[in-house]
């Protein structure tokens, strides 16, 4: 069995360079698991009145963390740059300063829209460095699709689209915080913002009234791991009905706080321990380590707290010892997840009932306006196989659904169609699970995952968009129909459509009658799991009556996972496991530390004791288990069980048994007898200096937003000059500002303009239009600074018809052009001047000699091989505009700037090209620009 062993390094990705903030990596956290603590400052007069006192309270006389998270009137105290000056004398974090909600009345309390003061990100930055990790970008997944998704007028089902509706309100939101973010989610939105590139950390609000913390995780791991970006825990006190607090009663209203609401202590220490062995680089609480402190309180009324004899709560004991229990026992080892879940780059699920629907009586959305269609019910059948009853989380008082058992172990990251190859290698299963928009590229990605020795389970719906050649057609199975798997007889109880594919090499390995149903693929070193049935659920929706309040009630499910489909994915899921929990109704995490050294976590989330032993799969031979021993003192606390629940106190566990609601560690030493150590391979862009035409555009950012992989290829764009001549201003610096926080180059192409009329005309032989050019190319100039841009490519133009003699037409375009540069000087552009065959000058010799006549320190000649009409391509500029010309059966040239690929002797030419490649072909789609990146980079 092969096993990814190497923890995530965030600076191995090329985003990393690209960041105008340095993702954090575990060096910065001194390579092992911080806490979080200390969300409120004793505030007097507007002044942090005990600076010293507090951080003293919460990191020295209690070890309760180093990674602070204040509240946002923090920052506009007098004296809040001590704060910093303070935390970064100490070597401790200022993390994730939070209260923001937007467009509420400006104060600096929080529940409001609150910015940060002018010039502050910059000055923390200066004091603090890496140890400032940003802002807080709280809940507001959640608050997006609560309140903002649905006011769409009108909606629409375009993903995309939808996509583009979250991306404006979160680039606002950025942009009002300083675009140094973290996210705490709210939902299953990790992705959108790892790939962003402004968020330092990701996380979740586990528990609250929120979804299942495992889930959360599947994607903020998955997140993390395909964008380069590290994660965080945190343990909600709150849940749907009120909030835990050791200080006082609220006896009226709402939230209601108590020792026995809101989130139990035995949930809030299963959520703590499972971060920790999801590599979270910091965990913790959100409020109540002590006795006497409620941040409820505190910020709403800006009360303070002075304790005379500190006692730390129940909460605060819990995270106390899980912090010294870190810095005993170490990190506990790279957690295993061999399984992928793919999903659409732009797919935008969630959870099918949440928070954030209830009001609209809402369920089975994705982008909060989108129902679910069948791929997302697969998804949701995916998660419920390994995560059974997730969906749970947050409606039942017993607090199910929030951590559920895991029969096959928590093995799995959530991926989008976006992600790398090298990515998809630390996996060794992928399944394909949501209707994902099909590509050349996608495909050539999960040929080479199966063929280096991966597993791909995908649909038939799927694969017969990304592989053509299985010659699908579709059939209708009806109800209970016979299917023979493994030995056994299996009744499918709904009917469900299947497309007969038949593969060239494929082996069925489940069939009724004589109609395959399942099929085994072989693939280099992997294999293809080919499920025939078209998106693996029924094909007539079962009768689904929503209950009238989901609380404590069931939800109905339309559509369900096929039970052949559930086998065949449950068997597979079994071969991952390499120590594995015998129980099924108990939850588990492997890690591994080092060769043969094992972290098993196991945890009881229901409400009885269960017995469970230790196996081993046979790559390994266990040779000794030793338990980690986690402070008990917390299960005699009031507050343990979840309210209204009356439990047994349990303070200890015997041998091969769990209490209700706890957390065992076990180290297990083993010999390793089959494992194969998977290490990262370099993620490379495996490209030069690129950049991409764009054509025809409205928005230059939607358009590198809507080519997910862009990043992937490119370093940046070159712009038409009517984009920017047709835009305003205001317009154009919001998108300008985003592709320089992209780090993203801009070029800007005159060329299309360049005809002497009706636009550009670079010779003072008709004045009027000589100055009109000129006023035309400075606004332009003007407007591409707000890109970052400085760098312009142009042409000339044919001369004038009349009363312009050729000797006074080369005389008029040398000033011409000369003019153009100085004014291209003003705003700090280089000019480069490609030949045109129909222009002047119009061979790569002549415009050679026009260049060195110039005599500009800011003037080069590009080539353009589509420009090019006989003779050999010789790539001998700094600068290549990459396209192919055209011609007739008569020999006429046309520019029609095809794919390159077109001219097999240009791209043999651009492989062993070493300048800035601009791809400069009028491209159809992405596939397009695809198959020219692959004709010549392997």
């Given at each position: 069995?092969?096993?990814?062993?190497?923890?995530?390094?965030?600076?191995?990705?090329?985003?990393?360079?690209?960041?105008?903030?340095?993702?954090?990596?575990?060096?910065?956290?001194?390579?092992?698991?911080?806490?979080?603590?200390?969300?409120?400052?004793?505030?007097?007069?507007?002044?942090?009145?005990?600076?010293?006192?507090?951080?003293?309270?919460?990191?020295?006389?209690?070890?309760?963390?180093?990674?602070?998270?204040?509240?946002?009137?923090?920052?506009?105290?007098?004296?809040?740059?001590?704060?910093?000056?303070?935390?970064?004398?100490?070597?401790?974090?200022?993390?994730?300063?939070?209260?923001?909600?937007?467009?509420?009345?400006?104060?600096?309390?929080?529940?409001?829209?609150?910015?940060?003061?002018?010039?502050?990100?910059?000055?923390?930055?200066?004091?603090?460095?890496?140890?400032?990790?940003?802002?807080?970008?709280?809940?507001?997944?959640?608050?997006?699709?609560?309140?903002?998704?649905?006011?769409?007028?009108?909606?629409?089902?375009?993903?995309?689209?939808?996509?583009?509706?979250?991306?404006?309100?979160?680039?606002?939101?950025?942009?009002?915080?300083?675009?140094?973010?973290?996210?705490?989610?709210?939902?299953?939105?990790?992705?959108?913002?790892?790939?962003?590139?402004?968020?330092?950390?990701?996380?979740?609000?586990?528990?609250?009234?929120?979804?299942?913390?495992?889930?959360?995780?599947?994607?903020?791991?998955?997140?993390?791991?395909?964008?380069?970006?590290?994660?965080?825990?945190?343990?909600?006190?709150?849940?749907?009905?009120?909030?835990?607090?050791?200080?006082?009663?609220?006896?009226?209203?709402?939230?209601?706080?108590?020792?026995?609401?809101?989130?139990?202590?035995?949930?809030?220490?299963?959520?703590?321990?499972?971060?920790?062995?999801?590599?979270?680089?910091?965990?913790?609480?959100?409020?109540?380590?002590?006795?006497?402190?409620?941040?409820?309180?505190?910020t709403g009324q800006n009360v303070p707290f002075y304790p005379k004899?500190?006692?730390?709560?129940?909460?605060?004991?819990?995270?106390?010892?899980?912090?010294?229990?870190?810095?005993?026992?170490?990190?506990?080892?790279?957690?295993?997840?061999?399984?992928?879940?793919?999903?659409?780059?732009?797919?935008?699920?969630?959870?099918?009932?949440?928070?954030?629907?209830?009001?609209?009586?809402?369920?089975?959305?994705?982008?909060?306006?989108?129902?679910?269609?069948?791929?997302?019910?697969?998804?949701?059948?995916?998660?419920?196989?390994?995560?059974?009853?997730?969906?749970?989380?947050?409606?039942?008082?017993?607090e199910r659904g929030f951590m559920t058992p895991t029969p096959f172990?928590?093995?799995?990251?959530?991926?989008?169609?976006?992600?790398?190859?090298?990515?998809?290698?630390?996996?060794?299963?992928?399944?394909?699970?949501?209707?994902?928009?099909?590509?050349?590229?996608?495909?050539?990605?999960?040929?080479?995952?199966?063929?280096?020795?991966?597993?791909?389970?995908?649909?038939?719906?799927?694969?017969?968009?990304?592989?053509?050649?299985?010659?699908?057609?579709?059939?209708?199975?009806?109800?209970?129909?016979?299917?023979?798997?493994?030995?056994?007889?299996?009744?499918?109880?709904?009917?469900?459509?299947?497309?007969?594919?038949?593969?060239?090499?494929?082996?069925?390995?489940?069939?009724?009658?004589?109609?395959?149903?399942?099929?085994?693929?072989?693939?280099?070193?992997?294999?293809?799991?080919?499920?025939?049935?078209?998106?693996?659920?029924?094909?007539?929706?079962?009768?689904?009556?929503?209950?009238?309040?989901?609380?404590?009630?069931?939800?109905?499910?339309?559509?369900?996972?096929?039970?052949?489909?559930?086998?065949?994915?449950?068997?597979?899921?079994?071969?991952?496991?390499?120590?594995?929990?015998?129980?099924?109704?108990?939850?588990?995490?492997?890690?591994?530390?080092?060769?043969?050294?094992?972290?098993?976590?196991?945890?009881?989330?229901?409400?009885?004791?269960?017995?469970?032993?230790?196996?081993?799969?046979?790559?390994?031979?266990?040779?000794?288990?030793?338990?980690?021993?986690?402070?008990?003192?917390?299960?005699?606390?009031?507050?343990?069980?979840?309210?209204?629940?009356?439990?047994?106190?349990?303070?200890?566990?015997?041998?091969?048994?769990?209490?209700?609601?706890?957390?065992?560690?076990?180290?297990?030493?083993?010999?390793?007898?089959?494992?194969?150590?998977?290490?990262?391979?370099?993620?490379?862009?495996?490209?030069?200096?690129?950049?991409?035409?764009?054509?025809?555009?409205?928005?230059?950012?939607?358009?590198?937003?809507?080519?997910?992989?862009?990043?992937?290829?490119?370093?940046?764009?070159?712009?038409?000059?009517?984009?920017?001549?047709?835009?305003?201003?205001?317009?154009?610096?919001?998108?300008?500002?985003?592709?320089?926080?992209?780090?993203?180059?801009?070029?800007?192409?005159?060329?299309?303009?360049?005809?002497?009329?009706?636009?550009?005309?670079?010779?003072?032989?008709?004045?009027?239009?000589?100055?009109?050019?000129?006023?035309?190319?400075?606004?332009?100039?003007?407007?591409?600074?707000?890109?970052?841009?400085?760098?312009?490519?142009?042409?000339?133009?044919?001369?004038?018809?009349?009363?312009?003699?050729?000797?006074?037409?080369?005389?008029?375009?040398?000033?011409?052009?000369?003019?153009?540069?100085?004014?291209?000087?003003?705003?700090?552009?280089?000019?480069?001047?490609?030949?045109?065959?129909?222009?002047?000058?119009?061979?790569?010799?002549?415009?050679?000699?026009?260049?060195?006549?110039?005599?500009?320190?800011?003037?080069?000649?590009?080539?353009?091989?589509?420009?090019?009409?006989?003779?050999?391509?010789?790539?001998?500029?700094?600068?290549?505009?990459?396209?192919?010309?055209?011609?007739?059966?008569?020999?006429?040239?046309?520019?029609?700037?095809?794919?390159?690929?077109?001219?097999?002797?240009?791209?043999?030419?651009?492989?062993?090209?070493?300048?800035i490649l601009i791809f400069d072909s009028c491209y159809s789609d992405?596939?397009?620009?695809?198959?020219?990146?692959?004709?010549?980079?392997?």
């Amino acid at each position: 069995m092969r096993i990814y062993v190497e923890k995530l390094k965030p600076e191995s990705y090329p985003e990393y360079a690209l960041r105008e903030y340095p993702a954090p990596n575990w060096e910065l956290f001194y390579n092992q698991t911080q806490f979080i603590t200390l969300r409120c400052f004793n505030i007097k007069d507007n002044r942090l009145s005990s600076i010293g006192e507090d951080l003293d309270l919460y990191s020295k006389r209690f070890d309760l963390g180093q990674v602070i998270w204040p509240y946002f009137p923090t920052m506009y105290t007098e004296n809040f740059y001590e704060l910093a000056e303070e935390l970064k004398r100490r070597g401790m974090f200022l993390f994730d300063i939070w209260g923001h909600v937007p467009g509420s009345d400006t104060l600096a309390g929080g529940g409001c829209h609150v910015t940060p003061p002018e010039g502050s990100i910059t000055r923390l930055n200066e004091i603090m460095g890496d140890h400032f990790l940003g802002m807080d970008n709280g809940e507001q997944d959640g608050r997006y699709i609560f309140r903002y998704a649905p006011q769409q007028c009108p909606s629409n089902d375009d993903r995309f689209a939808q996509f583009m509706n979250f991306h404006r309100f979160f680039r606002r939101m950025g942009d009002d915080l300083g675009n140094k973010m973290n996210v705490l989610l709210s939902l299953c939105n990790a992705h959108y913002f790892a790939r962003e590139g402004n968020h330092m950390l990701l996380g979740a609000e586990a528990a609250q009234a929120l979804p299942c913390s495992q889930i959360y995780y599947s994607f903020i791991r998955g997140a993390g791991k395909q964008y380069g970006i590290l994660w965080f825990g945190n343990v909600s006190v709150f849940n749907r009905w009120g909030y835990k607090s050791y200080c006082r009663e609220y006896d009226e209203g709402w939230p209601r706080s108590g020792v026995d609401k809101g989130t139990s202590l035995s949930l809030m220490r299963r959520l703590l321990y499972s971060h920790i062995m999801y590599n979270s680089v910091a965990v913790g609480f959100e409020q109540g380590w002590f006795y006497g402190d409620d941040n409820e309180l505190r910020t709403g009324q800006n009360v303070p707290f002075y304790p005379k004899n500190p006692e730390l709560s129940p909460i605060g004991i819990i995270q106390e010892t899980a912090s010294k229990w870190v810095k005993r026992h170490g990190n506990p080892g790279t957690m295993l997840t061999p399984v992928g879940l793919l999903l659409d780059a732009f797919g935008g699920w969630n959870v099918p009932i949440h928070l954030y629907i209830d009001h609209l009586r809402q369920s089975y959305q994705t982008w909060g306006v989108i129902p679910y269609n069948e791929g997302d019910y697969l998804t949701h059948g995916i998660f419920s196989l390994i995560y059974p009853g997730y969906e749970a989380a947050s409606y039942y008082r017993d607090e199910r659904g929030f951590m559920t058992p895991t029969p096959f172990g928590d093995c799995m990251d959530v991926l989008l169609s976006d992600v790398r190859l090298p990515v998809m290698d630390q996996y060794n299963v992928i399944i394909a699970s949501s209707r994902i928009d099909v590509s050349m590229e996608l495909r050539d990605k999960l040929d080479g995952f199966m063929r280096r020795g991966g597993t791909l389970v995908i649909t038939a719906g799927n694969a017969a968009g990304l592989w053509p050649e299985l010659n699908a057609d579709v059939v209708e199975m009806s109800d209970n129909s016979m299917i023979a798997y493994d030995g056994k007889t299996i009744i499918e109880p709904l009917s469900f459509k299947v497309m007969e594919c038949r593969p060239v090499d494929g082996r069925a390995i489940a069939v009724s009658g004589t109609t395959p149903l399942v099929s085994r693929i072989p693939y280099g070193d992997g294999e293809m799991i080919l499920l025939h049935a078209e998106w693996g659920v029924n094909s007539k929706a079962l009768p689904a009556q929503l209950p009238e309040d989901f609380v404590d009630n069931p939800l109905p499910c339309p559509y369900v996972m096929l039970e052949h489909v559930r086998a065949v994915i449950g068997d597979i899921l079994k071969r991952q496991q390499i120590v594995s929990v015998s129980n099924p109704e108990l939850a588990y995490v492997t890690n591994r530390r080092s060769t043969g050294d094992y972290t098993v976590s196991i945890y009881n989330n229901g409400l009885t004791e269960q017995r469970f032993s230790l196996t081993a799969a046979s790559c390994i031979r266990i040779e000794s288990i030793d338990e980690l021993p986690l402070d008990q003192r917390v299960k005699l606390s009031k507050g343990y069980w979840p309210t209204g629940i009356g439990m047994p106190l349990v303070a200890e566990c015997g041998e091969g048994v769990i209490s209700p609601g706890d957390v065992r560690i076990f180290r297990v030493k083993a010999k390793e007898l089959n494992i194969f150590e998977q290490h990262p391979e370099p993620i490379d862009m495996a490209t030069g200096h690129n950049l991409l035409a764009l054509r025809n555009i409205t928005s230059a950012m939607e358009k590198v937003l809507s080519m997910p992989t862009f990043e992937h290829y490119f370093r940046g764009v070159k712009l038409d000059w009517r984009y920017l001549h047709e835009h305003d201003s205001e317009f154009l610096r919001q998108d300008g500002e985003w592709f320089r926080r992209k780090n993203y180059e801009v070029w800007v192409d005159l060329s299309s303009g360049c005809n002497h009329y009706p636009d550009f005309h670079f010779m003072d032989t008709y004045r009027p239009n000589y100055e009109a050019t000129m006023r035309k190319v400075r606004d332009v100039m003007k407007k591409a600074v707000l890109f970052g841009a400085s760098n312009m490519v142009f042409s000339l133009h044919v001369k004038p018809e009349c009363h312009c003699p050729q000797l006074l037409a080369e005389e008029k375009i040398l000033d011409g052009v000369k003019a153009l540069c100085r004014l291209a000087a003003e705003y700090g552009f280089t000019m480069h001047l490609q030949a045109h065959p129909t222009k002047m000058h119009g061979t790569s010799e002549k415009m050679r000699d026009f260049v060195s006549a110039c005599a500009c320190d800011n003037l080069t000649f590009a080539i353009n091989p589509g420009h090019v009409k006989e003779g050999r391509i010789v790539l001998d500029s700094p600068v290549v505009l990459a396209c192919a010309p055209d011609s007739d059966i008569m020999g006429n040239y046309y520019d029609y700037h095809l794919p390159f690929r077109r001219n097999p002797d240009l791209v043999e030419a651009l492989r062993q090209y070493q300048g800035i490649l601009i791809f400069d072909s009028c491209y159809s789609d992405w596939d397009d620009i695809y198959m020219d990146l692959k004709s010549i980079y392997n």
